[in-house]
C-alpha cells in the first residue's frame, strides 16, 4: 500500500470520526445546558467524599459511599468537584465526551471483528435517543464510565485471543491479557452489572470460530472468578449497607420470568421505534394466572428456536448479537431485585451497553442486503442511513430536554405516564418547597390513590396536612405511615413536628430522638430538636448543651453551609449563656442567608439579634 492511498484512508477515518464527534455534542447541546436531577444530589452535590480530605481513601475501602459501591465513579466525581466545583456543566460534559469516546471503541472493536456497517453502527449508538437517559442523567456517570473499560478490555482481550501469538522479547500477547483483565476490573468498580464481560467474550469467540475450546475457557477462568467474586461482593454491599434485602416486590419466580420476557421485546421495540421515551415507564401489571401473559414469553421461545433452526441459513452472528444483547439485560430483567422496580419493570439507562447487540445486526443485515442490491447500493444506502442518523440525532437532541431539571422531568414523566407515582410525589415535593399547596395536594392525592399503603405517600400527605395547619389529620397520616414503616426517619421527625405544634413536647421529642437513632447522620432532626431544646421553658426538656452538641454536629455535616443551621446554633448558644459565641454564628448566618438571598431568614435572624442585644 502505497503512501497516497494510506493518506487517503487516514482523512477518511479523521472525517469519520468528527462526524461522530461533532453530530454527538450537536445532539446533546440541551443536555450540556442542563442542571441536576434525580440521585444527583447522592452523588454530587451532597457527596462529602468529593471535598473530605480523606474522601478518595474512603471511596475505595470503607462503606462511606452514599449508594452503591461505585469507587471509579467517585473517584471521576472528586477530580472534576475540584477541577470546577459544583457547577454541572463539567459533568454533563464529561458524560458526553465519555459516550463519544465510547462509539469510537464500539467502530474499532467492529471493525477488528470484521462486521459490516462497523462504522455506522458506531454512529447510531452515538445518537440514539434511548441513550440520551444514560448520557444527559450525571448520576448515570457508571453506564458510560463502565462501558469505556467494558469495550476497551474486549479489544484488547480480542486483539489477544484472535491475533498471533508470537513471543518475540517480551510477550506481547500476555501483556495484552494482562491490560484486558485490569480494564475489566476498572468496569466492574464503575458497575457491577459488566460482570457479563467473560460470558460475552466466550460468544464472541464462538461466533468467530465455531466452538469454544478448552484453552478459551482457561484463558478466561480469571475473569470468572473476579466476575463472581465482585458479583457476591456487591450483593453483600447492597443488603448490608443499602437494605436492597427489605424490597419486597411480591412477585413469585413465574412473574419475573413473564416480566423478563416482556421486557425484552419492549427494549428491542424501544431500539427500533424510539417514541414515547420516558423517564418512568407505567408499571406493568403481572398476572400469572392470565393466559394472554404468556405471550412474550411464547415470543421469545419462538425466536429461539427459529434462530437455532435456521443457524445454518442466517449463520451465527444474529444468534451471537441476540445472545449478547440477553446476556448483558440479565442483571436487569427482574430475577434480581432492583429498587426501580418498585415503580417500573424498566428504564432506558438499562440497556445501554445491550443495546450494541441489536443496532450491530440490524446495520449488518442492512449491509447484506446492500450488497445484494448492486451497482445502485450506494444511491439507494447512502440517503437512507443519513436519514437514519439525522432522525435519531433529532429525536436525541429533544429528548435531552427534558434533563434541564427536576420539575421539567417529573412534568414530562407525567405527561407521558399519568399513573407514576414516582413523578407525582417527587413533583409534590417541588411544589411543596415552593408553598404551592394546591398543586402539591393534586400530586400527592395522587400519588396515594395510586399506593394507598405507600408510607412515602402517607409522610407526604401529613406534612401537607400540616402546612395546611390541619394537624390532627396531620398525625393520622404520620401514625399510619410509621405502622407500615416504623423505619421511616422523614416520618419521625414530621411527626415531632405536629406534636410539637400541639404541644406534646414530650411526645415530639421522643420521635425526633428515634429519628436521629435511625440515621444518625439525619442532621435536619438534630436542628429541629436542638432548637427545641434550646427555647423549650419546661425544665423537663429545655437541655441547651444538648442542643449545642445536637446543632454543631448539624452545622459538620453540612459543611456549615446551610444559614438555617448556624442559626439554630447561635440559638443554642445564646440559651447556654455563651452569648459572644452567639452573635459571632448569627452574623454568620445573616451573611451566609444574604449570599444565598434567603431574605426572609434574613429578617428573621436579624430580628433576634436585637433581642439579643437589646432585650425588652
Same mark, same amino acid.
Not at 433452526?309 to 452472528?317: E, P, S, T
Not at 429498587?339 to 428504564?347: D, G, H, I, N
Given at each position: 500500500?502505497?503512501?497516497?492511498?494510506? /493518506?487517503?484512508?487516514?482523512?477518511?477515518?479523521?472525517? #469519520?470520526?468528527?462526524?461522530?464527534?461533532?453530530?454527538?455534542? +450537536?445532539?446533546?447541546?440541551?443536555?450540556?445546558?442542563?442542571?441536576?436531577?434525580?440521585?444527583?444530589?447522592?452523588?454530587?452535590?451532597?457527596?462529602?467524599?468529593?471535598?473530605?480530605?480523606?474522601?478518595?481513601?474512603?471511596?475505595?475501602? *470503607?462503606?462511606?459511599?452514599?449508594?452503591? !459501591?461505585?469507587?471509579?465513579?467517585?473517584?471521576?466525581?472528586?477530580?472534576? @468537584?475540584?477541577?470546577?466545583?459544583?457547577?454541572?456543566?463539567? !459533568?454533563?460534559?464529561?458524560?458526553?465526551?465519555?459516550?463519544?469516546?465510547?462509539?469510537?471503541?464500539?467502530?474499532?472493536?467492529?471493525?477488528?471483528?470484521?462486521?459490516?456497517?462497523?462504522?455506522?453502527?458506531?454512529?447510531?449508538?452515538?445518537?440514539?435517543?434511548?441513550?440520551?437517559?444514560?448520557?444527559?442523567?450525571?448520576?448515570?456517570?457508571?453506564?458510560?464510565?463502565?462501558?469505556?473499560?467494558?469495550?476497551?478490555?474486549?479489544?484488547?482481550?480480542?486483539?489477544?485471543?484472535?491475533?498471533?501469538? &508470537?513471543?518475540?522479547? /517480551?510477550?506481547?500477547?500476555?501483556?495484552?491479557?494482562?491490560?484486558?483483565?485490569?480494564?475489566?476490573?476498572?468496569?466492574?468498580?464503575?458497575?457491577?452489572?459488566?460482570?457479563?464481560?467473560?460470558?460475552?467474550?466466550?460468544?464472541?469467540?464462538?461466533?468467530?470460530?465455531?466452538?469454544?475450546?478448552?484453552?478459551?475457557?482457561?484463558?478466561?477462568?480469571?475473569?470468572?472468578?473476579?466476575?463472581?467474586?465482585?458479583?457476591?461482593?456487591?450483593?453483600?454491599?447492597?443488603?448490608?449497607? /443499602?437494605?436492597?434485602?427489605?424490597?419486597?416486590?411480591?412477585?413469585?419466580?413465574?412473574?419475573?420470568?413473564?416480566?423478563? #420476557?416482556?421486557?425484552?421485546?419492549?427494549?428491542?421495540?424501544?431500539?427500533?421505534?424510539?417514541?414515547?421515551?420516558?423517564?418512568? !415507564?407505567?408499571?406493568?401489571? &403481572?398476572?400469572?394466572?392470565?393466559?394472554?401473559?404468556?405471550?412474550?414469553?411464547?415470543?421469545?421461545?419462538?425466536?429461539?428456536?427459529?434462530?437455532?433452526?435456521?443457524?445454518?441459513?442466517?449463520?451465527?452472528?444474529? &444468534?451471537?448479537?441476540?445472545?449478547?444483547?440477553?446476556? *448483558?439485560?440479565?442483571?436487569?430483567?427482574?430475577?434480581?431485585?432492583?429498587?426501580?422496580?418498585?415503580?417500573? @419493570?424498566?428504564? $432506558?439507562? @438499562?440497556? @445501554?451497553?445491550?443495546?450494541?447487540?441489536?443496532?450491530?445486526?440490524?446495520?449488518?443485515?442492512?449491509?447484506?442486503?446492500?450488497?445484494? &442490491?448492486?451497482?445502485?447500493?450506494?444511491?439507494?444506502?447512502?440517503?437512507?442511513?443519513?436519514?437514519?442518523?439525522?432522525?435519531?440525532?433529532?429525536?436525541?437532541?429533544?429528548?435531552?430536554? %427534558?434533563?434541564?431539571?427536576?420539575?421539567?422531568?417529573?412534568?414530562?414523566?407525567?405527561?407521558?405516564?399519568?399513573?407514576?407515582?414516582?413523578?407525582?410525589?417527587?413533583?409534590?415535593? %417541588?411544589?411543596?418547597?415552593?408553598?404551592?399547596?394546591?398543586? *402539591?395536594?393534586?400530586?400527592?392525592?395522587?400519588?396515594?390513590?395510586?399506593?394507598?399503603?405507600?408510607?412515602? +405517600?402517607?409522610?407526604?400527605?401529613?406534612?401537607?396536612?400540616?402546612?395546611?395547619?390541619?394537624? $390532627?389529620?396531620?398525625?393520622?397520616?404520620?401514625?399510619? +405511615?410509621?405502622?407500615?414503616?416504623? $423505619? !421511616?426517619?422523614?416520618?419521625? *421527625?414530621?411527626?415531632?413536628?405536629?406534636?410539637?405544634?400541639?404541644?406534646?413536647? $414530650? /411526645?415530639?421529642?421522643?420521635?425526633?430522638?428515634?429519628?436521629?437513632?435511625?440515621?444518625?447522620?439525619?442532621?435536619?432532626?438534630?436542628?429541629?430538636?436542638?432548637?427545641?431544646?434550646?427555647?423549650?421553658?419546661?425544665?423537663?426538656?429545655?437541655?441547651?448543651?444538648?442542643?449545642?452538641?445536637?446543632?454543631?454536629?448539624?452545622?459538620?455535616?453540612?459543611?456549615?453551609?446551610?444559614?438555617?443551621?448556624?442559626?439554630?446554633?447561635?440559638? #443554642?448558644?445564646?440559651?447556654?449563656?455563651?452569648?459572644?459565641?452567639?452573635?459571632?454564628?448569627?452574623?454568620? +448566618?445573616?451573611?451566609?442567608?444574604?449570599?444565598?438571598?434567603?431574605?426572609?431568614?434574613?429578617?428573621?435572624?436579624?430580628?433576634?439579634?436585637?433581642?439579643?442585644?437589646?432585650?425588652?
Amino acid at each position: 500500500m502505497n503512501s497516497s492511498i494510506r /493518506q487517503r484512508i487516514w482523512i477518511v477515518r479523521l472525517g #469519520s470520526t468528527l462526524v461522530i464527534v461533532v453530530a454527538c455534542l +450537536a445532539a446533546y447541546i440541551p443536555a450540556l445546558q442542563a442542571g441536576y436531577i434525580w440521585d444527583d444530589d447522592f452523588y454530587v452535590t451532597n457527596n462529602q467524599l468529593l471535598s473530605a480530605p480523606d474522601g478518595l481513601w474512603r471511596i475505595w475501602f *470503607t462503606r462511606d459511599s452514599p449508594s452503591q !459501591y461505585f469507587p471509579m465513579v467517585y473517584t471521576t466525581f472528586r477530580f472534576e @468537584y475540584a477541577l470546577w466545583g459544583l457547577k454541572p456543566f463539567g !459533568y454533563h460534559l464529561t458524560n458526553v465526551i465519555l459516550h463519544v469516546v465510547n462509539a469510537l471503541l464500539l467502530w474499532w472493536l467492529l471493525s477488528l471483528l470484521s462486521i459490516s456497517g462497523s462504522w455506522l453502527a458506531a454512529a447510531i449508538f452515538a445518537l440514539h435517543p434511548v441513550h440520551t437517559e444514560s448520557v444527559a442523567w450525571i448520576s448515570e456517570r457508571k453506564n458510560v464510565l463502565s462501558l469505556l473499560f467494558y469495550l476497551s478490555s474486549a479489544l484488547a482481550y480480542l486483539r489477544y485471543a484472535l491475533g498471533p501469538r &508470537i513471543k518475540t522479547g /517480551q510477550d506481547k500477547s500476555e501483556r495484552l491479557y494482562m491490560l484486558s483483565y485490569i480494564l475489566f476490573l476498572c468496569a466492574l468498580s464503575s458497575k457491577t452489572v459488566t460482570c457479563t464481560l467473560p460470558i460475552v467474550l466466550l460468544v464472541v469467540l464462538w461466533w468467530k470460530h465455531g466452538r469454544v475450546s478448552r484453552e478459551d475457557v482457561q484463558d478466561l477462568m480469571r475473569f470468572f472468578i473476579l466476575s463472581i467474586a465482585w458479583g457476591l461482593f456487591t450483593i453483600w454491599w447492597e443488603h448490608g449497607h /443499602q437494605g436492597t434485602s427489605r424490597i419486597n416486590l411480591g412477585i413469585n419466580p413465574i412473574e419475573r420470568t413473564l416480566i423478563a #420476557s416482556r421486557a425484552l421485546w419492549f427494549y428491542l421495540g424501544k431500539l427500533i421505534w424510539p417514541v414515547n421515551l420516558t423517564f418512568s !415507564y407505567p408499571q406493568w401489571k &403481572i398476572n400469572a394466572s392470565n393466559p394472554l401473559q404468556y405471550s412474550w414469553l411464547l415470543a421469545c421461545l419462538i425466536a429461539a428456536w427459529g434462530l437455532w433452526r435456521w443457524r445454518n441459513k442466517l449463520g451465527r452472528g444474529p &444468534i451471537a448479537a441476540i445472545l449478547f444483547f440477553v446476556i *448483558t439485560l440479565s442483571p436487569m430483567l427482574g430475577f434480581i431485585s432492583l429498587y426501580t422496580f418498585l415503580y417500573s @419493570y424498566v428504564a $432506558d439507562h @438499562y440497556q @445501554y451497553v445491550a443495546s450494541i447487540g441489536p443496532i450491530t445486526l440490524i446495520v449488518a443485515a442492512g449491509c447484506l442486503i446492500r450488497d445484494r &442490491i448492486g451497482r445502485w447500493e450506494n444511491a439507494v444506502t447512502m440517503p437512507i442511513a443519513v436519514l437514519v442518523l439525522a432522525t435519531l440525532g433529532t429525536l436525541t437532541w429533544h429528548q435531552s430536554h %427534558i434533563y434541564k431539571d427536576l420539575e421539567t422531568l417529573w412534568r414530562d414523566t407525567i405527561r407521558k405516564n399519568p399513573d407514576s407515582f414516582l413523578a407525582h410525589s417527587n413533583l409534590g415535593d %417541588i411544589v411543596f418547597e415552593r408553598n404551592e399547596l394546591d398543586e *402539591t395536594a393534586v400530586h400527592f392525592s395522587k400519588a396515594l390513590s395510586l399506593k394507598p399503603d405507600d408510607a412515602t +405517600a402517607l409522610n407526604n400527605m401529613g406534612a401537607l396536612s400540616g402546612r395546611q395547619g390541619k394537624f $390532627d389529620q396531620a398525625v393520622t397520616y404520620l401514625t399510619k +405511615a410509621l405502622q407500615v414503616r416504623p $423505619d !421511616y426517619a422523614r416520618a419521625h *421527625t414530621n411527626l415531632g413536628d405536629m406534636l410539637e405544634k400541639q404541644g406534646k413536647l $414530650d /411526645q415530639a421529642v421522643e420521635h425526633y430522638r428515634t429519628a436521629i437513632q435511625i440515621n444518625p447522620d439525619n442532621f435536619e432532626a438534630m436542628a429541629v430538636l436542638a432548637r427545641l431544646l434550646a427555647v423549650s421553658k419546661d425544665n423537663k426538656i429545655r437541655n441547651p448543651d444538648q442542643a449545642i452538641v445536637l446543632a454543631e454536629k448539624a452545622c459538620v455535616l453540612t459543611g456549615r453551609k446551610q444559614p438555617e443551621f448556624l442559626y439554630v446554633l447561635a440559638v #443554642s448558644y445564646a440559651a447556654a449563656g455563651r452569648t459572644a459565641e452567639a452573635l459571632a454564628t448569627a452574623n454568620e +448566618a445573616v451573611d451566609m442567608a444574604q449570599a444565598a438571598n434567603k431574605q426572609q431568614l434574613v429578617r428573621e435572624i436579624k430580628t433576634w439579634l436585637q433581642l439579643q442585644v437589646y432585650p425588652k
